[in-house]
Structures are given as structure tokens and as C-alpha cells.
Antibody, heavy 119, light 105 residues
Framework: QVQLQESGPGLVKPSETLSLTCAVS?????????WGWIRQPPGKGLEWIGS???????FYNPSLKSRATISIDTSKNQFSLELSSVTAADTAVYFC????????????WGQGTLVTVSS | DIQMTQSPSTLSASVGDRVTITCRAS??????LAWYQQKPGKAPKFLIY???SLESGVPSRFSGSGSGTEFTLTISSLQPDDFATYYC???????FGPGTKVDIK
């Protein structure tokens, strides 16, 4: 069973960089799937941020592309998100998830972690 | 850019009711459409893919249909565990709909 767990600071200051890690267990991140980040502002809907493949190929939401960077570390079986120049609008629950192929739905999700942007 | 809409935004229903939620895309998305269920404080749960294929373990009271630009999620007999918010996703572009909250009438 694929399990994902997000971790990272719960509070980030405006203009700084948000950094989160998703640890994958029960499954090898090297198996060839895609791994993605989705966020949800409080009381609002879901927004896909971007995804990465084992090969290192990345795909980003055009609205966030200039600020988001996703990387993968197969030795630690985890992948990460960095979002630069954050503002209060980036306050959200951030989820990591797996999708088995490019352009496929996310079948396994982490529980999510709340990141608040505030001074 | 493709835009996704859902209707209604909120739906009040009773246990045992048949419930239908509609998802529309601004341009054809073939059958690359998924449905998720989300409860407060939880991650979304994957229900349906390719518009009508039920994910393993999802109760058969859930069904999906449609293609192109209009899709529906139907719950044939609403159960207490089904009160939640439902999202569609055009997963070729990873775009989510705004959600439909199903609450108790």
C-alpha cells in the first residue's frame, strides 16, 4: 500500500520560500510513476501545483510555474516542493500525491499539511 | 485554457436519495475525467476515472457517466458516509472543478 507523508514548516514569512517534503513508504518512488503536489486554501477548492517523473521531467501549473520547483530524491524515497516569494495567498493545505502516469488521476494522497504565510 | 464548472455548488439531500452532480468542461476533454470525495480535514479520495470506471473498493452505488464536455456523478442511494464535497478533475491538464458539497437536508 502506497503511503505518503508531507512534512515541513507550518509557518513561512511573506517573500520567503516554502519548502515541503513528501516521504513515500510501502512503495518505491523509482517504480516509474508521477508524483505531484496539490494545494487547498482554507475553505476553497483544489489546485494542482505540479508533478515530477522519476526521469526528472517536471510539469507545472502555468499560474505557479515561475515560483514552483519540484525535485525527487530516489535514495530517500521522497520528493519535494519549493515555492518562492510566497504571499498570504499561498496559505493552504498542501497535499502530495501519486499518479500512475502522465495525465492520470491521483490515486494515493498524503494527509496534507497546513502552511500559513504570515509575518 | 479549459475551465471546469460543477453544479450545483451545494446539494441538500436525505439518506436514501438519488443524487446527481454535473461537471462541465469549457472544451472537450474526451473521457479524461475523474471524481474525488473529500471530507473535512481529510485528503480527497479517488472514486472514478475515465469518466465511468469505478476505482477498486469504491461502493457500487457510485457511478459516473459522460464524455466530451458534460459529465455526471450519481450516488444511487445516499448513505450517511457520503455527506462530503465532490470534485471533478480533468486529469489530462490536472484541472479540478470547484466542488459540490452534499449536505444533510
Amino acid at each position: 500500500q502506497v503511503q505518503l507523508q508531507e512534512s515541513g514548516p507550518g509557518l513561512v514569512k511573506p517573500s520567503e520560500t516554502l519548502s515541503l517534503t513528501c516521504a513515500v513508504s510501502g512503495y518505491s518512488i523509482s517504480s516509474g510513476d508521477y508524483w505531484g503536489w496539490i494545494r487547498q486554501p482554507p475553505g476553497k477548492g483544489l489546485e494542482w501545483i505540479g508533478s515530477i517523473h522519476l526521469s526528472g521531467s517536471t510539469f507545472y501549473n502555468p499560474s505557479l510555474k515561475s515560483r514552483a520547483t519540484i525535485s525527487i530524491d530516489t535514495s530517500k524515497n521522497q520528493f519535494s516542493l519549493e515555492l518562492s516569494s510566497v504571499t498570504a495567498a499561498d496559505t493552504a493545505v498542501y497535499f502530495c500525491a501519486r499518479h500512475p502516469g502522465g495525465g492520470t488521476p491521483s490515486d494515493f494522497w498524503g494527509q496534507g499539511t497546513l502552511v500559513t504565510v504570515s509575518s | 485554457d479549459i475551465q471546469m464548472t460543477q453544479s450545483p455548488s451545494t446539494l441538500s439531500a436525505s439518506v436514501g436519495d438519488r443524487v446527481t452532480i454535473t461537471c462541465r468542461a469549457s472544451q472537450s476533454t474526451s473521457s479524461w475525467l475523474a471524481w474525488y470525495q473529500q471530507k473535512p480535514g481529510k485528503a480527497p479520495k479517488f472514486l472514478i476515472y475515465t469518466a465511468s470506471s469505478l476505482e477498486s473498493g469504491v461502493p457500487s452505488r457510485f457511478s459516473g457517466s459522460g464524455s466530451g464536455t458534460e459529465f455526471t456523478l450519481t450516488i444511487s442511494s445516499l448513505q450517511p458516509d457520503d455527506f462530503a464535497t465532490y470534485y471533478c478533475q480533468q486529469y489530462n491538464s490536472s484541472l479540478f472543478g470547484p466542488g459540490t458539497k452534499v449536505d444533510i437536508k
